[in-house]
């Protein structure tokens, strides 16, 4: 059975022989059963065509996903959760929250192989929507959460660059800034 896009192109390419046939003023006895031909081929189709939506309607409805591929929402526990409750990471030892949305952010770009939509993606699959991390991955809307970096952030990840900086290293008069 042809797919709905094959028999939409059939019915195109017929519609094109029509057109290219209605432009000329005398037929031959060729173009005539040509144009006949299209004819019948372009009501065949228009028949064809909604069976074929049908079934593939019908199909699509009775799918079900192969085995590993079913997708169960994850839903962080945030009274537990290191990335919302400070308290909470500083008794485990990892620091402040910032920085782990921070290494979180990250360690879904990696996972996403640098690519920050997948990585949200990810990070909604692990986390879910509304946790810190997710949020911070949106990168559409500024004021969701949508900022690479969000600004809350910019001073932690300053801090964390440092010590990466070349010419930090050299020694240089260092002349704070606000941002």
């Known amino acids: 059975m042809p797919s709905v896009n094959e028999l939409v192109q059939q019915r195109a390419a017929a519609v094109e022989t029509l057109k290219n046939l209605a432009a000329k003023d005398i037929l031959s006895a060729d173009e005539q059963a040509s144009w006949e031909n299209s004819e019948r081929r372009v009501a065949n189709l228009d028949v064809e ?4 939506r049908a079934a593939q309607a019908a199909i699509a409805a009775g799918a079900s996903p192969v085995s590993g591929q079913e997708r169960t ?3 962080a ?6 990335y919302t409750d400070e308290e909470y990471a500083k008794r485990r030892g990892l620091g402040n ?7 979180a952010m990250a360690r879904m770009c990696g996972l996403a192989g640098g690519n ?3 990585a949200r993606q990810v990070a909604a699959q692990m986390y879910g929507e509304s946790h810190p991390v997710t ?3 949106v990168t559409s809307v500024g004021s969701s959460g949508g900022f690479i970096v969000p600004p809350d952030y910019y001073n932690e990840i300053i801090e ?10 050299s020694g240089p008069r260092v002349i704070p800034m606000p941002r």
């Open 116 to 118: 920050p939509i997948l």
């Open 77 to 82: 526990d945030v009274t537990r959760d290191p």
């Open 160 to 169: 964390l660059l440092r010590p990466q900086a070349v010419v930090r290293s």
């Open 49 to 52: 065509i909604p069976k074929a």
């Open 97 to 103: 929250s910032r920085s782990l949305v921070i290494g």
């Open 73 to 75: 929402p994850h839903v």
């Open 135 to 137: 949020r911070a991955l």
